[in-house]
């Protein structure tokens, strides 16, 4: 306790003062000026990206990550984070990896600009095996009514953008553990794709791209009529989930140029290109559709709040095919 509550502290927001040690948080909806708010759940783990980070001894960023997964998921529906929980379970309380963990976390919500109001540290000796912690976040949001994002407002000829990634994120991990064990590496060697770490390790344990303050900035503009957070399920699952009926994201692939480390797992685990876009990011974090005629503004703005960002596609009618078409695929990934 007396190792984290400084890390809560540097969250405080309007409404909140992160105070641990209570049964529970209150928060003051007023105070973070909200007049006629909804309030939007989200929580999710880090998922087997874990096991590298405990494989390699480093913790801080899938504390970011799980952060991420949570906030990312309620950007999307124009909410403003306010409060975030954390759940750490372990055999036994290691409490310098606990601390690196909660540090991460309090990294996050400070990018989002959340409150880490509390959460829950459980030992359980003979559930988990000596070393081995797992991870859950809980995250809250509001957004007033008249602002909610829901994906009626998109049509057709609407200009898909997508939102530059920092890696895989937290998605598709079970496959890169798997191609990395075939090839026989170590996570301390090189890394065998262009990037600015030493390690394959720090390489794959980049944390997730927070998108909260760009895309609040963006809906607020009033240019955007849905966001698509790509998580497990790449493209194919996560953009239908937006789209009205009878709509489908037509997407230029060969305008995705593949970052290295997506071409690597490609190259190197014999990926076919299909299955890159249904299990990983590809680059592209988040997808946006927005007003045609508002397009290149939005993307100068994105830009602006430091996330690359390009034209990748539009929305068309579907005319019963596919929700997702992927034009290109194959001469993306040649």
Same mark, same amino acid.
């Not at 309007?14 to 948080?25: C, Y």
């Not at 996570?187 to 998108?211: C, M, Q, S, V």
């Given at each position: 306790?007396?190792?984290?509550? /400084?890390? %809560?502290?540097?969250?405080?927001? /309007?409404?909140?003062?992160?105070?641990?040690?209570?049964?529970? %948080?209150?928060?003051?909806?007023?105070? &973070?000026?909200?007049?006629?708010?909804?309030?939007?759940?989200?929580?999710?783990? #880090?998922?087997?990206?874990?096991?590298?980070?405990?494989?390699?001894? $480093?913790?801080?960023?899938?504390?970011?990550?799980?952060?991420?997964?949570?906030?990312n998921d309620l950007v999307v529906q124009g909410a403003e984070p306010l409060v975030f929980l954390d759940y750490y379970a372990t055999a036994r309380l290691d409490v310098e990896t606990a601390t690196a963990v909660v540090a991460g976390i309090a990294e996050g919500c400070r990018q989002a600009g959340c409150a880490l109001v509390g959460g829950e540290t459980a030992e359980m000796p003979g559930m988990y095996q000596a070393g081995d912690y797992d991870l859950a976040g809980f995250a809250l949001g509001a957004v007033e009514r008249d602002a909610l994002l829901t994906g009626a407002r998109v049509t057709e000829g609407d200009v898909l953008l997508g939102l530059a990634s920092s890696g895989p994120?937290?998605?598709?991990?079970?496959? #890169?553990?798997?191609?990395?064990?075939?090839?026989?590496?170590?996570?301390?060697?090189?890394?065998?794709?262009?990037?600015?770490?030493?390690?394959?390790?720090?390489?794959?344990?980049?944390?997730?791209? =927070?998108?909260? $303050?760009?895309?609040?900035?963006?809906?607020?503009?009033?240019?955007?009529?849905?966001?698509?957070? =790509?998580?497990?399920?790449?493209?194919?699952?996560?953009?239908?989930? #937006?789209? /009205?009926?009878?709509?489908?994201?037509?997407?230029?692939?060969?305008?995705?140029?593949?970052?290295?480390?997506?071409?690597?797992?490609?190259?190197?685990?014999?990926?076919?290109?299909?299955?890159?876009?249904?299990?990983?990011?590809?680059?592209?974090?988040?997808?946006?559709?927005?007003?045609?005629? $508002?397009?290149?503004?939005?993307?100068?703005?994105?830009?602006?709040?430091?996330?690359?960002?390009?034209?990748?596609?539009?929305?068309? &009618?579907?005319?019963?095919? /596919?929700?997702?078409?992927?034009?290109?695929?194959?001469? %993306?990934?040649?």
């Open positions: 306790m007396r190792a984290i509550a /400084p890390l %809560a502290r540097s969250t405080t927001r /309007p409404g909140a003062d992160a105070a641990l040690g209570g049964f529970g %948080a209150v928060f003051d909806l007023a105070r &973070a000026g909200f007049r006629d708010p909804l309030l939007i759940a989200a929580t999710d783990g #880090v998922g087997t990206k874990l096991r590298l980070a405990i494989e390699t001894g $480093r913790h801080q960023g899938v504390g970011v990550d799980l952060v991420a997964m949570c906030v994120h937290a998605n598709g991990f079970s496959l #890169v553990r798997r191609v990395v064990a075939d090839l026989g590496l170590s996570w301390e060697a090189p890394a065998p794709f262009e990037t600015d770490a030493a390690t394959l390790g720090e390489a794959l344990l980049a944390p997730t791209r =927070i998108y909260v $303050r760009p895309c609040l900035a963006a809906v607020r503009g009033g240019a955007v009529h849905a966001l698509a957070h =790509i998580t497990g399920g790449g493209f194919v699952e996560n953009i239908p989930r #937006v789209l /009205p009926d009878g709509l489908a994201a037509r997407l230029d692939m060969t305008a995705l140029p593949p970052p290295p480390v997506f071409r690597w797992l490609h190259q190197a685990g014999g990926i076919a290109p299909a299955e890159m876009a249904r299990t990983f990011n590809c680059g592209v974090g988040m997808v946006a559709a927005v007003d045609p005629d $508002r397009a290149d503004e939005t993307v100068a703005l994105l830009i602006q709040h430091g996330v690359e960002t390009r034209p990748i596609g539009r929305v068309t &009618a579907r005319d019963g095919g /596919p929700a997702v078409i992927l034009d290109g695929l194959d001469e %993306a990934w040649a």
